[in-house]
């Protein structure tokens, strides 16, 4: 959290009881995945008087100070969750065509794959995103 507060301070912003509210949601919920209606909804729960439209604004915000990562899995709305920065790269994503449970990989298979393509096209990765679209145990 402090981390948070100098980054909003470097910014110019500050860590308002609506913008640790939205966080705290996020931090509570790790690895759900949760969509902006889904945070709005827990946000609300402890502090009635937020309106959607400031958790939409609060999640750009962590969102651009790379607190939060915005993800998209073809689902029609985005999500979110905590950027640990535990590694340069985000982990991947295996989500159920069925159910529609997501579940991470943690493990990054893809360095070996991204050597290659680096010396052969003399091009420098950054970040690569990978989902994987099938069906969990459950469903299959």
């Known amino acids: 959290m402090e981390n ?8 110019g912003y500050k860590l308002t009881p609506q ?3 939205t966080l705290d949601t ?11 209606e889904e945070i709005y909804d827990m946000v609300k729960e402890n502090c009635p008087e937020i309106g959607l ?7 750009q915000l962590l969102d651009e100070l790379d607190v939060i990562s915005k993800i998209n899995f073809d689902d029609g709305c985005s999500r979110y969750e905590l950027n640990t920065n535990e590694d340069d790269h985000q ?6 065509l069925k159910c529609g449970d997501v579940i991470e990989v943690e493990v990054d298979l893809m360095e070996t794959l991204e050597e290659e393509i680096e010396n052969n096209y003399d091009f420098k990765i950054s970040d ?3 989902k994987f679209f099938g069906y969990c145990s459950k469903c299959q």
């Open 53 to 59: 439209a400031t958790v939409y604004r609060t999640l």
């Open 91 to 96: 982990h991947h994503h295996l989500i159920c």
């Open 128 to 130: 690569h995103k990978v």
């Open 26 to 36: 996020i931090i509570e919920n790790q690895g759900k995945h949760l969509s902006t």
């Open 4 to 11: 948070l507060k100098d980054k909003l301070k470097e910014k």
């Open 19 to 21: 913008r640790r509210a």
